[in-house]
Nanobody, 127 residues
Framework: QVRLVESGGGSVQAGGSLRLSCAAS????????VAWFRQGPGQEREGVAF????????SYADSAKGRFTISRDNAKNTVYLQMNSLNAEDTAMYYC????????????????????WGQGTQVTVSS
């Protein structure tokens, strides 16, 4: 059974940093995409960072470029999201999501392309 468990959320002041973790279990292969999505109050779910586990290929939403870094530790089956220079607009529930995928397809897709989800972790940035 596939399971994704996020951790690392919390409250931080503007300009601060947080590192989110997504621990995965139950996957049968490394041919999968893992993504971090976020959803603020009254907002649509937005993909911010994507990684292909087999190759480590990453991509980012414009809102995350230069501030967020997605990475993986295959030995720990964990994907991380390092978030720096946080601002109030980053306040949201952050979700880890995954799907099996061929490497040529790319991972940067909307939320309905992902079929495995964690429970989410809250990030609150105060100005």
């Amino acid at each position: 059974q596939v399971r994704l468990v996020e951790s690392g959320g919390g409250s931080v002041q503007a300009g601060g940093s947080l590192r989110l973790s997504c621990a995965a279990s139950g996957f049968s292969a490394s041919s999968r995409c893992v993504a971090w999505f976020r959803q603020g109050p009254g907002q649509e779910r937005e993909g911010v960072a994507f990684i292909y586990i087999g190759t480590g290929t990453v991509s980012y939403a414009d809102s995350a470029k230069g501030r967020f870094t997605i990475s993986r530790d295959n030995a720990k089956n964990t994907v991380y999201l390092q978030m720096n220079s946080l601002n109030a607009e980053d306040t949201a529930m952050y979700y880890c999501a995954a799907r099996y995928s061929d490497p040529w397809r790319g991972c940067r897709d909307p939320s309905n392309a992902y079929n495995f989800w964690g429970q989410g972790t809250q990030v609150t940035v105060s100005s």
